[in-house]
């Protein structure tokens, strides 16, 4: 049944292209963007800006419908203030794929910008990103800095311009993380660019931007959240990375596995989704601001460690999806529009499964599957979210994490859909599914367990239905 992807394998066999000696890592780093967190911090940007000597020619990121709401305006307002020059491109697709990101790349080629500030979820940022990487390198190829194998996956070279993110949504992580994730539409995988260089120089983390995100939206960002922190948390330990020891520190993986470091920003954020994302879903003000730190903590925690199978899963299940979209919280303009290229129009997919959704539904089976690697960790990961431990062995740890999971999304069944099904797959899907979550070897090789094509299809087969 999957023949035609057992060399997926070659990671446990730790075989090298190269032929060079396996040497197990020693070390691992910690580098993330600087951050302001804050109500109001917003107001801020202009000045920024000008310190950094981006006055004359910066581009101003963000999506059709985020340019009409409150948070475009505050940082707008701010760069009018300052007298900045700047330029807006607000094309940007949820979801993106190479043609939507190619559109940016396209009008940031042209215009030649000195800098970026990204306005809105993690789809623009890493269009803002993606469009800074090749304006910087306007002769390569744009597969040149994609992950292998669907890409070359060759280091970014030199420096790129700075780029501000300004997060609306409590979920993404990405004002701190050197990723860029996109579908590429002509294998039809969801891949992304992984380089530290990709980081924004500044994140600036303003609560009161989540005001426009309804109850769904905030649910669905939450629960990326929680399989960040979760994922980085359960990672293989960075000495057990199966690429050990990169032959120079510049080649070392930006996911380098869990360190202790990572543990902490992870460890915190869980906490505080035990804490606070059931309110955030409520609307409670300050557990949405509690909500925007756990995920900057989250996205500090995983730009070190990584993630691993949850989202190497929720990649083949966002970007094949044919017959599911929110019920609501997702604007119609970012799910029905199109973009421009140049004199065309690309139609983006009207069908979606949002990224917290998607990662989301496999967690329950993931971490089953994974605690047998580490039972202690994935028990003290239970504590963490909230469940008691006090008379559970370790062994069972998995099934305490899976159901607390469970019993989490259990409490949003009016929108959460009951598990794979509910988004459209079946049985007859999971061959498809599997082989588009196999190229995500970035993400495979940080999970504490090394799964086989059928580890994979009996994970998928047991979220088919999660209550």
């Given at each position: 049944m999957f023949a035609l992807s057992r060399s997926s394998l070659a990671l446990q066999k730790r075989l090298f292209s190269s032929g060079a000696i396996f040497s197990p890592e020693y070390a691992y780093e910690m580098a993330?963007?600087?951050?302001?967190?804050?109500?109001?911090?917003?107001?801020?940007?202009?000045?920024?800006?000008?310190?950094?000597?981006?006055?004359?020619?910066?581009?101003?990121?963000?999506?059709?419908?985020?340019?009409?709401?409150?948070?475009?305006?505050?940082?707008?307002?701010?760069?009018?203030?300052?007298?900045?020059?700047?330029?807006?491109?607000?094309?940007?697709?949820?979801?993106?794929?190479?043609?939507?990101?190619?559109?940016?790349?396209?009008?940031?080629?042209?215009?030649?910008?000195?800098?970026?500030?990204?306005?809105?979820?993690?789809?623009?940022?890493?269009?803002?990103?993606?469009?800074?990487?090749?304006?910087?390198?306007?002769?390569?190829?744009?597969?040149?800095?994609?992950?292998?194998?669907?890409?070359?996956?060759?280091?970014?070279?030199?420096?790129?311009?700075?780029?501000?993110?300004?997060?609306?949504?409590?979920?993404?992580?990405?004002?701190?993380?050197?990723?860029?994730?996109?579908?590429?539409?002509?294998?039809?995988?969801?891949?992304?660019?992984?380089?530290?260089?990709?980081?924004?120089?500044?994140?600036i983390i303003d609560p009161d931007h989540t005001r426009t995100c309804g109850p769904e939206l905030t649910a669905f960002t939450g629960l990326d959240v929680l399989c960040h922190a979760?994922?980085?948390?359960?990672?293989?330990?960075?000495?057990?990375?199966?690429?050990?020891?990169?032959?120079?520190?510049?080649?070392?993986?930006?996911?380098?596995?869990?360190?202790?470091?990572?543990?902490?920003?992870?460890?915190?954020?869980?906490?505080?989704?035990?804490?606070?994302?059931?309110?955030?879903?409520?609307?409670?003000?300050?557990?949405?601001?509690?909500?925007?730190l756990a995920s900057t903590a989250a996205g500090v925690g995983f730009g070190s460690a990584g993630v691993h199978l949850c989202h190497a899963m929720s990649y083949p299940i966002s970007s094949c999806v044919t017959n599911y979209r929110p019920l609501s919280g997702y604007n119609q303009a970012l799910t029905t529009a199109t973009v421009k290229k140049s004199s065309e129009q690309i139609k983006l997919k009207e069908n979606m499964v949002p990224h917290g959704l998607s990662v989301v539904l496999t967690a329950p089976a993931v971490f089953k599957w994974t605690s047998v690697a580490d039972p202690e960790r994935h028990l003290k990961a239970a504590e963490l979210l909230g469940a008691d431990v006090s008379r559970v062995k370790a062994v069972d740890s998995g099934l305490l994490l899976s159901d607390t999971i469970t019993s989490l999304l259990s409490n949003w069944t009016a929108f959460v859909p009951n598990g794979l099904q509910g988004v459209g797959y079946g049985s007859e899907h999971l061959e498809s599914l599997v082989k588009g979550t196999l190229p995500q070897r970035k993400v495979i090789e940080v999970s504490p367990r090394q799964p086989t094509p059928e580890d994979f299809n009996k994970m998928l087969e047991d979220s088919m239905k999660l209550f």
């Amino acid at each position: 049944m999957f023949a035609l992807s057992r060399s997926s394998l070659a990671l446990q066999k730790r075989l090298f292209s190269s032929g060079a000696i396996f040497s197990p890592e020693y070390a691992y780093e910690m580098a993330a963007s600087s951050v302001r967190f804050g109500r109001g911090a917003t107001k801020e940007i202009g000045q920024d800006l000008i310190s950094m000597g981006l006055t004359k020619k910066v581009c101003v990121v963000t999506d059709p419908y985020m340019a009409t709401l409150p948070p475009m305006k505050a940082v707008l307002d701010s760069l009018v203030a300052a007298n900045i020059s700047f330029e807006v491109f607000d094309q940007v697709a949820v979801e993106p794929t190479d043609a939507s990101f190619q559109v940016a790349i396209e009008y940031c080629k042209k215009n030649q910008f000195d800098g970026f500030v990204a306005v809105g979820g993690g789809s623009v940022i890493d269009t803002a990103k993606a469009a800074n990487v090749y304006m910087c390198n306007p002769n390569a190829d744009f597969l040149d800095f994609v992950n292998a194998p669907v890409g070359k996956g060759l280091p970014i070279p030199g420096k790129l311009k700075p780029l501000i993110a300004v997060p609306t949504t409590a979920g993404t992580g990405s004002e701190t993380t050197g990723v860029s994730i996109f579908d590429h539409t002509p294998t039809g995988a969801k891949t992304g660019i992984r380089d530290r260089g990709l980081r924004p120089v500044l994140g600036i983390i303003d609560p009161d931007h989540t005001r426009t995100c309804g109850p769904e939206l905030t649910a669905f960002t939450g629960l990326d959240v929680l399989c960040h922190a979760l994922e980085s948390y359960t990672a293989v330990p960075y000495q057990q990375r199966i690429t050990g020891a990169p032959a120079r520190p510049q080649l070392r993986p930006a996911y380098q596995g869990s360190n202790a470091i990572s543990d902490i920003w992870s460890g915190f954020a869980l906490q505080q989704c035990s804490k606070y994302l059931l309110r955030a879903v409520e609307g409670d003000p300050y557990a949405r601001e509690q909500m925007c730190l756990a995920s900057t903590a989250a996205g500090v925690g995983f730009g070190s460690a990584g993630v691993h199978l949850c989202h190497a899963m929720s990649y083949p299940i966002s970007s094949c999806v044919t017959n599911y979209r929110p019920l609501s919280g997702y604007n119609q303009a970012l799910t029905t529009a199109t973009v421009k290229k140049s004199s065309e129009q690309i139609k983006l997919k009207e069908n979606m499964v949002p990224h917290g959704l998607s990662v989301v539904l496999t967690a329950p089976a993931v971490f089953k599957w994974t605690s047998v690697a580490d039972p202690e960790r994935h028990l003290k990961a239970a504590e963490l979210l909230g469940a008691d431990v006090s008379r559970v062995k370790a062994v069972d740890s998995g099934l305490l994490l899976s159901d607390t999971i469970t019993s989490l999304l259990s409490n949003w069944t009016a929108f959460v859909p009951n598990g794979l099904q509910g988004v459209g797959y079946g049985s007859e899907h999971l061959e498809s599914l599997v082989k588009g979550t196999l190229p995500q070897r970035k993400v495979i090789e940080v999970s504490p367990r090394q799964p086989t094509p059928e580890d994979f299809n009996k994970m998928l087969e047991d979220s088919m239905k999660l209550f």
